[in-house]
């Protein structure tokens, strides 16, 4: 195949899944393969990844035509915390790897928001064009939400699934022989600050239990302080999460 294949990632599980994929598929035997991570995460993450941890980290929104000239032929985004300058993504053929079901619920944290609007959870692998999280799909996968999954549980289940279909997908795309096709429709779209609004927990706020335990599910993740509210009488901001534990018969 011989191809030239620049892999961005901000995410070192996925990216040590990534190299053990090209190494099983002996993929890095006829290609050249370079992994960088962007300025948006911390070198310290990649210690263990000795592939990408020499590498300068790189910033894809200035770089952008330093990368052009390197001439790659397929630019992976694995979780790249970096949004792919238009030029960039019409120059090159960029593929991202996503931890959602396109079109729904598209951007930050997918699993946090389909726990509330129930829209579909899964693992898409796409197109890069111009819009986040939007361009034509080439292959995805479904994940089973249960009840009682928390952000972390269903996180986990979509990095498996991420991986399988990246190992399904690799050599067809590598080698341009993929079909692809436009997301059914536009779905919605979650950024950041959506999710940072949702952390803020009106004690106020009036529903049912069931909402309050979805809301406080799809913000559980294990170390991450997510939900909280600040304490009128001290100041103080409680950190809350849940813990659900389910008797298996
Ligand atoms: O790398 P990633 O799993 O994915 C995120 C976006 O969800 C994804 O759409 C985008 N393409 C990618 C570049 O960035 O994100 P992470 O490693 O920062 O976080 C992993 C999970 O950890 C996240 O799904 C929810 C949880 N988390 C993370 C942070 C930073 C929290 O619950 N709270 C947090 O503050």
Redesign the pocket.
């Known amino acids: 195949m011989n191809k030239n294949i620049l892999v961005i990632s ?2 070192s599980y ?1 990216l040590k899944a990534f190299i053990n994929v090209v190494g099983e598929l002996a993929i890095n035997e006829q290609n050249h393969v370079r992994y960088v991570h962007t300025i948006h995460c911390e070198n310290e993450m990649f210690r263990d990844v000795p592939e990408v941890y020499k590498n300068e980290p790189i910033d894809v929104k200035k770089e952008y035509d330093k990368i052009i000239d390197e001439k790659w032929d397929i630019i992976f ?1 694995v ?3 970096q949004l792919f300058p238009s030029k960039l993504v019409n120059s090159i053929r960029c593929i ?1 790897i ?3 079901y396109n079109p729904y619920n ?7 928001f389909s726990i509330l609007n129930g829209y579909p959870l899964g693992a898409t692998i796409h197109l890069i064009d111009e819009a986040l ?1 939007h361009g034509q799909i080439i292959d995805q996968k479904l994940i089973n939400l249960e009840f009682w999954d928390t ?2 549980t269903a ?1 986990n289940k979509i ?1 498996e699934v991420e991986i399988e279909l990246l190992r399904k997908n690799i050599l067809n795309i590598i080698s341009g022989n993929i079909v692809s096709k436009h997301p059914m429709e536009e779905g919605n779209l979650n950024l950041k600050n959506d ?1 940072n609004k949702l952390c803020k927990i009106d004690l106020n706020q009036e529903g049912t239990f069931g909402q309050f335990y979805d809301l406080l599910r799809a ?1 559980t ?2 170390s ?3 939900a909280y509210f600040i304490d009128e009488a001290s100041g103080k901001k409680v950190n809350i999460s849940i813990n659900i534990e389910v008797d298996e018969q």
């Open positions: 901000d995410n996925l985004s979780h790249c915390k991202n996503h931890p959602g598209r951007g930050w944290f997918p699993q946090v999280d952000s972390l996180y990095l999710f913000l993740h294990g991450f302080k997510n």
